[in-house]
């Protein structure tokens, strides 16, 4: 799912990183503890995905284990997408 990796982490750079291009951020760079997301950021994060892949994103999967990272975002948008598939 690389493109949803390159749509996750553009929309990352444009609205948290904000041009800071001396920050690094690698697939399994943790979010939280860049200090990158706030509650406001996942809300803003979790409407980028809802809207850009086509996903209902529920209350109970706003997690770090979901969110947290490229790699877990990634991962996360691919089994809902693979969910919304098989309804």
């Not at 982490?9 to 943790?30: C, H, P, R, V, W």
């Amino acid at each position: 799912m690389a493109d949803a990796k390159t749509a996750v982490k553009a929309y990352i750079s444009e609205n948290f990183l904000m041009g800071q291009s001396d920050i690094e951020l690698g697939d399994d760079t943790s979010f939280l503890e860049m200090g990158l997301l706030d509650s406001t950021g996942v809300i803003e994060l979790v409407s980028f995905l809802e809207e850009e892949f086509g996903i209902q994103v529920e209350d109970d999967e706003i997690t770090p284990e979901n969110l947290d990272t490229l790699n877990r975002i990634c991962n996360y948008v691919e089994q809902k997408s693979t969910q919304a598939q098989a309804s």
